[in-house]
């Protein structure tokens, strides 16, 4: 078998139609999480800083760690609006996850813009992996704002998480430096031939994410009917939230009825919880009030 296409082209022009983006200006990775490696690889030296709204996306801190950097870890403002800190930080590296996990919310486009215009010495990375299951996107700022990377994913909207397959959009001129640091043979032929059906394949996208829209408000409802507070979700999962209470024993009481849910240290009275099936979100709120019931 011949090694795989190095730049992953036929990927690429698929991609730059599909969203109306230079093709020279994407980066084919295995799976979005190499993609963000890449960059902060290329664009930050050891020692220097990389900043970010908490709580959010816990690979940044790894990425950060790994490359000698340092973590500029910034508070999201009420509501998880974007910080003002941001734009004065000391780092050379913006990351915004955008919808943001853990919590689902989503900072208005145009905000991210004004930072990306008023931080144009530095690169500014937003990072959509749920973004399919938002309202808006921040596509259109690529090649629009030269200092910004638009991440995307095949794991959640196109149910390819074991593919690993991510997009990086970018300028040209910018994407040009990042493949420098790229692996020769990173996206294998398999993953490129999947990564072409599943773009080139839209209706059985739109058809998923509509299906998890319409359970993530079921499950939105039924949650806070429990008594939870939930923020506004663009993504494919909820945050659920008893302030003040340690939630660590409701989350081990699901796993032991085999339900898996993602509680925090830096959140402790929340659980994560991803949209699954209607008759997995029933069980799951069955299995929340009788637990609930018992701790009272």
Do not use: W
Not at 119 to 142: G, H, K, M, T
Not at 155 to 179: D, E
Not at 277 to 294: C, D
């Amino acid at each position: 078998m011949l090694y795989p296409d190095p730049s992953a082209r036929e990927v690429r022009r698929c991609a730059a139609d599909l969203y109306g983006v230079d093709p020279d200006g994407i980066l084919v990775g295995n799976g979005s999480d190499e993609l963000l490696s890449i960059i902060v690889r290329a664009t930050v030296a050891p020692g220097r800083g990389v900043a970010y709204p908490v709580p959010t996306y816990s690979l940044y801190d790894t990425l950060v760690a790994l490359q000698g950097a340092r973590p500029i870890r910034i508070p999201f403002g009420p509501g998880y609006t974007l910080p003002a800190r941001l734009e004065t930080a000391d780092a050379r590296l913006i990351f915004v996850c955008n919808p943001n996990a853990p919590s689902g919310t989503m900072v208005p486009v145009a905000g991210i813009e004004a930072l990306a215009r008023r931080c144009a010495d530095r690169v500014v990375v937003i990072d959509e992996a749920y973004v399919d299951f938002a309202e808006d996107n921040a596509l259109p700022l690529v090649g629009r704002v030269p200092n910004v990377v638009v991440l995307r994913t095949l794991s959640k909207s196109y149910s390819l998480a074991g593919l690993r397959v991510g997009l990086a959009f970018t300028s040209a001129a910018l994407a040009g430096q990042l493949h420098k640091v790229r692996d020769s043979y990173n996206v294998s032929r398999i993953a490129q031939a999947g990564a072409l059906a599943a773009l080139q394949d839209q209706t059985a996208m739109r058809e998923h994410v509509d299906r998890v829209r319409v359970t993530r408000e079921r499950l939105t409802v039924a949650l806070r009917d429990l008594g939870f507070e939930v923020p506004p979700s663009q993504a494919n999962f909820v945050l659920a939230r008893r302030p003040g209470e340690d939630l660590s024993s409701l989350a081990a009481g699901l796993r032991g009825r085999g339900i898996l849910v993602r509680a925090f240290a830096e959140l402790p009275d929340a659980l994560r919880i991803t949209v699954g099936t209607g008759r997995q979100v029933e069980a799951l709120v069955v299995a929340l009030r009788e637990l609930l019931l018992v701790s009272r």
